[in-house]
């Protein structure tokens, strides 16, 4: 057993979890019968969750604050759900440990709901210390070690879980509350995997609600927890988790986008990369040691990934401790872009009849899935362009920059924006592209190609997605105005298109934030030929922007996914 100094919990240390994860205030409700539990006077209701509610209140016999976790449906409660709550009982009495909240006592209320009384603790919790040390911009390199060496204690906490056989499968900051004494202690195993056997006919809690949305936290969920396939959620589902909190720490946000609808999130969590930190302002004190540990958290495939949270707790301590890291560090995108530069002198070199005796250069490793050169197949799924820009290279027109791994482009009265994505495609294909207006009112164009020809679709200034020939410049007398669907400012929005074309035979699909927006279908010579959309590689989609308002836009997300046939990435420099 752990010696522990008694400890208090500020109410807004426990979090309530939504169907989407997200904490929320806990004021007193009004019309919520408060329960008579014996031997304990509550104070006021701290949260109410789906399936419990938790209270402050004082242990009359020791005048020792308490929080006590309710169920909410009481003596109607299913066994299912009776059994998840006396497991998150039995769990939390096994893990004895000082980074775990700890179980006082049990029991009923006097109308028969079960509860339990729990260590009540103060100092607030993660996400208000994430919020705390990114207030005012990037973190100190020394607040950073402090941060890294708390969060250090909270994976260590999970993998002595992990030894018990406990997959937590709900990590997320606002359920791990810091003390005054500045420790964490990890709450709210509710839906954990355990080797504790429980009523219920599988023995481990599902996912999912009975309404179909997810219960758990969505934006800190694996890939695995995402497609709901409970045989593969294992500990390297928490090691994801701690990937996700690892990055918040470090940088103040999220890998990717997770705002927008349920699914726009669940397809960032399955397909989009992490933004990088070696290159964001908002972490200017991180080595590349420490981006080698996040990323492997944060690989997609688990066995990519740390076999344990203790092995990621390892490799962070050595960090901190200036020693060498069992991963390796990931190449940056300037060293790639120049290695493609080299690649492109020796074919050069090659032609000119120039025999080179032996070069040694270091090669950054491939991804297990393909490499950044080859072409882009149906089987590579969605692929994330963002990283791949040269903007030398693909800039037509206007002033795109790169800022915290995101493209921006102000837009400007005086003229237009065009930037050519670095693929050149031949088939079907998805493009979607995540964004944000801000500033003004400029329009928005993606200009698609379609064979050898053309399209494009554009968002006007008043944020509505342009009707008759204006989405889609093809001459086709079967085209139908499309309603307005508005575009609002410092808001992200989701835009993707569906191109498909055989032969002479072309349809154009458009949604906007997972509602479908736009269709057309008709003939490829029907669409136009180079150069009226300004695009001079034909091939290639582009990005645009109007000139007619000042405003910006910045570009959080740009994929592909092949449909048939291929698209092949242009690496060949400028010029």
């Known amino acids: 057993m752990h010696d522990r100094p008694e400890q208090h919990v500020d109410p807004r240390a426990i979090p309530a979890t939504s169907a989407t994860g997200s904490p929320s205030a806990a004021p007193a409700r009004p019309g919520h019968p408060v329960p008579r539990v ?32 309710v169920m909410r449906n009481g003596p109607l409660a299913s066994a299912q759900e009776r059994a998840r709550f006396d497991r998150e009982i039995d769990i939390l009495t096994a893990l004895d440990h000082p980074h775990i909240v700890s179980v006082l006592a049990r029991g009923q209320t006097d109308d028969l709901s079960d509860f339990f009384a729990m260590d009540y603790i103060g100092g607030g919790n993660l996400e208000d210390r994430i919020a705390a040390l990114h207030k005012f911009g990037p973190p100190g390199r020394d607040d950073l070690r402090r941060s890294l060496a708390l969060f250090l204690k909270i994976a260590e906490a999970v993998d002595a879980a992990h030894q018990r056989g406990v997959v937590h499968r709900d990590l997320k900051p606002s359920n791990i509350v810091i003390d005054r004494q500045g420790e964490p202690r990890i709450l709210d195993f509710g839906l954990a995997r355990s080797p504790f056997p429980d009523a219920t006919t599988s023995g481990d809690p599902e996912p999912v609600s009975l309404c179909g949305q997810f219960l758990g936290s969505l934006p800190w969920s694996s890939p695995e927890q995402v497609e709901g396939d409970a045989e593969k959620t294992d500990a390297r589902t928490d090691v994801y988790a701690l990937g996700v909190i690892l990055y918040q720490v470090i940088r103040g946000d999220f890998p990717y986008d997770v705002t927008g ?68 560090r990931r190449p940056t995108s300037s060293v790639c872009g120049k290695l493609c530069r ?168 458009c949604s906007l934030d997972d509602q479908p927006y736009f269709s057309w279908t008709g003939q490829v010579d029907d669409l136009d030929l180079w150069p009226n959309h300004f695009v001079p590689r034909v091939r290639s989609p582009a990005l645009g922007s109007g000139p007619r308002a000042r405003g910006r836009f910045t570009i959080h997300r740009v994929s592909l996914q092949v449909l048939d046939g291929q698209a092949q990435p242009v690496t060949l420099p400028a010029g």
């Open 38 to 69: 014996h031997g304990y006077r509550i104070r006021r209701e701290v949260t109410r969750g789906g399936q419990a509610v938790i209270y402050e209140a004082v242990q009359i016999s020791t005048g020792r604050r308490v929080a006590l976790k």
């Open 261 to 328: 609808s349920m699914r726009q999130v669940m397809d960032n969590i399955l397909s989009q990369p992490p933004r990088r930190l070696l290159r964001s302002r908002r972490c200017p004190s991180i080595d590349p040691d420490l981006e080698a540990i996040v990323l492997t958290a944060l690989a997609k495939r688990p066995q990519d990934r740390y076999a344990s949270a203790g092995a990621l707790a390892q490799d962070l301590r050595r960090n901190l401790e200036g020693h060498q890291v069992s991963v390796p």
């Open 342 to 509: 080299v690649a492109a002198c020796l074919m050069i070199l090659g032609g000119l009849g120039v025999t080179l005796a032996r070069l040694d250069v270091w090669t950054a490793p491939e991804s297990p899935a393909r490499s950044a050169a080859s072409p882009i197949t149906p089987a590579d799924g969605h692929v994330d362009l963002l990283s791949h820009f040269d903007l030398a290279r693909d800039t037509v027109a206007g002033q795109w920059s790169i800022e915290d791994d995101e493209l921006v482009h102000p837009a400007e009265p005086s003229g237009f924006g065009r930037l050519m994505l670095p693929v050149e495609v031949e088939g079907s294909y998805i493009l979607t592209v995540a964004f944000t207006r801000a500033g003004g009112t400029p329009a928005f164009a993606m200009i698609l190609p379609v064979g050898e020809r053309q399209t494009a679709l554009t968002i006007d200034g008043r944020g509505r997605m342009q009707a008759g020939r204006g989405p889609l410049d093809a001459r086709a007398a079967d085209q139908q105005p499309t309603p307005p669907l508005a575009i609002e400012n410092d808001r992200a929005h989701v835009l993707s298109v569906r191109v498909v074309h055989q032969a002479n035979e072309a349809q154009v699909i």
